[in-house]
Nanobody
Framework: QVQLVESGGGLVQAGGSLRLSCAASGRTFSTYVMGWFRQAPGKEREFVAAIDWSDGNTYYAESVTGRFTISREKVKNTVYLQMNSLKPEDTAVYYC????????????????WGQGTQVTVSS
């Protein structure tokens, strides 16, 4: 199993930036994709971004394209989510997850999840 620990959430004003981190440990060798999802109160957990662990290709939800950047640091088994130009609608609990196979935009593809970190964007 893979253990995931997120950090970096907090409170920020609209237009501000945050960087989330997710450190992975355990059986990371089988990781195919690492992704970020988010869940706002009363809403379904939704895909935000993903990165192919081997070649670094990145994928984004339309709502965050151009504002968020996902990256990885292989030597540290860590994935990051740089969030710029934050909006109040970005407020949610953000979860890091790993998937041994695709399709990577589907929640059901992911079998390892972190505990989540709260991001709150004030207007």
């Amino acid at each position: 199993q893979v253990q995931l620990v997120e950090s970096g959430g907090g409170l920020v004003q609209a237009g501000g930036s945050l960087r989330l981190s997710c450190a992975a440990s355990g059986r990371t060798f089988s990781t195919y994709v690492m992704g970020w999802f988010r869940q706002a109160p009363g809403k379904e957990r939704e895909f935000v971004a993903a990165i192919d662990w081997s070649d670094g290709n990145t994928y984004y939800a339309e709502s965050v394209t151009g504002r968020f950047t996902i990256s990885r640091e292989k030597v540290k088994n860590t994935v990051y989510l740089q969030m710029n130009s934050l909006k109040p609608e970005d407020t949610a609990v953000y979860y890091c997850a790993t998937a041994p196979h695709g399709p990577f935009r589907l929640r059901s593809s992911y079998d390892g999840w972190g505990q989540g970190t709260q991001v709150t964007v004030s207007s």
